[in-house]
């Protein structure tokens, strides 16, 4: 992977978490707020954007610092997504990949 490539995946991942953001305050209020699940929402758009903020800083690295990289990816892939999940579906036992995470 080449630092081209890592800045434009943390730029999408970026643009996904503003998305992913506004969607859960606009289109899903309803549903996380009966869930009870809109801080869990909350936290996992953060720790994205904590972790892209992360990619980004790592793409500017030479030579690109892949392993780190990659971690702080599936960071993103792992952790802000299995709360995502608990947030819309309430599946409790998502909480444990969380804390696995």
Not at 58 to 63: E, G
Request: hydrophobic share 55%; with cysteine.
């Amino acid at each position: 992977m080449t630092n081209t490539t890592a800045n434009r995946m943390a730029a999408a991942l970026g643009a996904l978490a503003v998305t992913l953001g506004a969607f859960g305050a606009h289109r899903l209020k309803e549903l996380l707020a009966q869930n009870g699940t809109a801080a869990i929402w909350d936290k996992a758009v953060f720790y994205h954007f904590v972790h892209t903020v992360m990619l980004f800083v790592l793409a500017q690295c030479q030579p690109l610092k892949a392993g780190p990289w990659w971690c702080f990816f599936s960071g993103i892939v792992i952790f802000s997504g299995s709360l995502y999940l608990l947030a819309v579906t309430n599946m409790h036992w998502l909480g444990a990949i969380t804390l696995w995470a």
